[in-house]
């Protein structure tokens, strides 16, 4: 079975390769929530099964550099070898996230790996991070997390097409005044 025949669906559906309910319009949104210009690139931490990533590759044009980490090699089953990273353990961090533009974080296990990784990576060139995950751990760990972190303009993308109980933000510097 192919990577994209799990996004046919119109309604927020499970799958048994990813923890988040898939859609067609979530996969669109994330696409639009990306930004634009040459050379983008987009990491994907603790990117599983590389499902998600496989299914958001077909819909960028050959500006954007989509990659993976994960902990252990054997998980990954859609991506290409290339477009994956790999980290010693859930605590440790990919040195390729001194290069993203974007972080994207699906279910991540523990709010204090967001913040390591803003301390050591923390550059110029990151201009937002995606957060995918339960609304109830967006409430009780990861909003207090962003809301102290230098992207703390945090925005709730409504009717994201997730599941009902799940939720997307992006999370941005604040504007300069």
């Not at 994907?44 to 077909?58: Q, V």
Request: charged residues 15%; negative net charge.
């Amino acid at each position: 079975m192919t990577a994209s025949t799990f996004a046919s669906s119109a309604e927020p559906k499970h799958h048994p390769d990813y923890c988040m309910a898939i859609s067609q319009s979530l996969i669109h949104n994330l696409v639009n929530l990306l930004p634009h210009g040459p050379a983008i690139s987009v990491l994907s931490i603790g990117s599983g099964t590389g499902l998600l990533e496989s299914l958001l590759s077909p819909l960028l044009d050959d500006s954007y550099d989509l990659c993976g980490v994960e902990v252990a090699p054997n998980v990954n089953k859609y991506l290409p070898e290339q477009n994956m990273y790999f980290v010693g353990g859930t605590w440790d961090l990919c040195s390729q996230a001194a290069k993203a533009h974007v972080w994207m974080f699906t279910y991540p296990r523990e709010p204090k790996l967001i913040l390591r990784y803003l301390d050591v990576y923390d550059h110029a060139n990151l201009s937002r991070i995606i957060w995918l995950g339960p609304k109830m751990d967006w409430q009780s760990d990861y909003e207090a997390t962003f809301a102290s972190s230098k992207f703390s303009r945090l925005t709730v993308l409504e009717d994201s097409g997730a599941a009902a109980y799940e939720m997307v933000v992006i999370a941005e510097r604040p504007l300069q005044a």
